[in-house]
Every structure is written in structure tokens, then in C-alpha cells.
T-cell receptor, first 114, second 112 residues
Framework: EAGVAQSPRYKIIEKRQSVAFWCNPISGHATLYWYQQILGQGPKLLIQFQNNGVVDDSQLPKDRFSAERLKGVDSTLKIQPAKLEDSAVYLC????????????FGSGTRLTVV | AQSVAQPEDQVNVAEGNPLTVKCTYSVSGNPYLFWYVQYPNRGLQFLLKYITGDNLVKGSYGFEAEFNKSQTSFHLKKPSALVSDSALYFCAVRDNNNDMRFGAGTRLTVKP
């Protein structure tokens, strides 16, 4: 089966600019996750979707981050305006069902804010 | 809230020797425990999981992990390390709310 697709692979922006990341999960996977992985740290959950509904966005900095999964398939994560501390790898993952076993991760988008 | 600790930033072993990457966890309720591996410029790859049942879990690439409830540990092991096992390893725990928390990671280096 095809894996979780993410684009772009790399992005460099200046602070205060906006940026968007795209994720296409594995076909049929109802649950989709966005994680932020800062260099030297483990991934941190930003938001979790079940189909097109938000299950958990408690760790999403809502003043600048937003995410949507309008049709319950692919998802977009946006940052506006970006800060230097947003430099990280943004990982998308999906799982078949909520509470299912392991997640399948995409290769991530490496964001550098200068 | 659940949490995971990986006490070692770095583990070095010689090829052919056994390896252990340590993980301890804290969670209310039954733990769902996972190990993932990350190669450079790649996403996380699932290695194995413990949900219930046997305390010794076998996973991909010859890895296994032992769940120890009394010590709240879930150490990753492999009897004979390969140079290609060199990577970043993450332990993760998920509680009943399905929020998966990752440790900070342990960099494994296997030297020929």
C-alpha cells in the first residue's frame, strides 16, 4: 500500500511569513495526526483528526497554527505568522481506526524559519 | 498525563553484540507501548507494540521488547546488533485517550 504522503519536503521562510504543509494519509485510514519534531526532541502531537473532526488539539498553538481535514482524507497544516522557534520537522501520521495499533508516518516537512 | 523517559541519549555497541535501549513510562490505566525507529531524513517507522498479552513482544528487523509492569519499563532489545541498526529510536506510550507521547529519543550507534 502507498504510504503517508507529505509535501513539501523542505521549506525555508522568513519569520512572520506564512506556510502550509499538506498530508495525504493511507487510503482508508480514518485517523490523522500532525506532530512537530524539534531537533533533538521526540515528536509532539499538535492535532488529531478522526475523519474530518478534531479529536485533540490541546497542544496546537491556535494563535498561529491551524489545521483542517475538510473531506476526511487529506489535511493541511498552516502557520501564520511563523516564528523562529517553529523551525522543526512536521510529521503527519495516520492510523486505521482511533485507538488502533501503530501509526504510519510520512517522511515529514523540514521547516526552517530565518 | 502519560509520559515516557529514555534515560540514554546515546548507546554505542559493537556489531554482533546484544543491544538494549531503555524506556520507562508513566500512564494512568493500561499502557499501550510502542517503539519507532527514525533513519536520517526519514519519517518514523513502526517497530513493535505492546497492547496486552505476553510481556515479550517481537517486532521488525529482529527487535524485541520486554514489558515490565512492576518497573514500568519497556526496554528494546536485539540479540546481535548490525551496523545498519544505527538510527534514532523512540519509545512512545498511548493512554486510553489515544494521545501518543514520545520520548526524547536514543541514538544507537553500532560500530563494525
Amino acid at each position: 500500500e502507498a504510504g503517508v504522503a507529505q509535501s513539501p519536503r523542505y521549506k525555508i521562510i522568513e519569520k512572520r511569513q506564512s506556510v502550509a504543509f499538506w498530508c495525504n494519509p493511507i487510503s482508508g485510514h480514518a485517523t490523522l495526526y500532525w506532530y512537530q519534531q524539534i531537533l533533538g526532541q521526540g515528536p509532539k502531537l499538535l492535532i488529531q483528526f478522526q475523519n474530518n473532526g478534531v479529536v485533540d488539539d490541546s497542544q496546537l498553538p491556535k494563535d498561529r497554527f491551524s489545521a483542517e481535514r475538510l473531506k476526511g482524507v487529506d489535511s493541511t497544516l498552516k502557520i501564520q505568522p511563523a516564528k523562529l522557534e517553529d523551525s522543526a520537522v512536521y510529521l503527519c501520521a495516520s492510523s486505521l481506526v482511533l485507538g488502533g495499533g501503530g501509526y504510519t508516518f510520512g517522511s515529514g516537512t523540514r521547516l526552517t524559519v530565518v | 498525563a502519560q509520559s515516557v523517559a529514555q534515560p540514554e541519549d546515546q548507546v554505542n555497541v559493537a556489531e554482533g553484540n546484544p543491544l538494549t535501549v531503555k524506556c520507562t513510562y508513566s500512564v494512568s490505566g493500561n499502557p499501550y507501548l510502542f517503539w519507532y525507529v527514525q533513519y536520517p531524513n526519514r519519517g518514523l517507522q513502526f517497530l513493535l507494540k505492546y497492547i496486552t498479552g505476553d510481556n515479550l513482544v517481537k517486532g521488525s528487523y529482529g527487535f524485541e521488547a520486554e514489558f515490565n509492569k512492576s518497573q514500568t519499563s519497556f526496554h528494546l532489545k536485539k540479540p546481535s546488533a548490525l551496523v545498519s541498526d544505527s538510527a534514532l529510536y523512540f519509545c512512545a506510550v498511548r493512554d486510553n485517550n489515544n494521545d501518543m507521547r514520545f520520548g526524547a529519543g536514543t541514538r544507537l550507534t553500532v560500530k563494525p
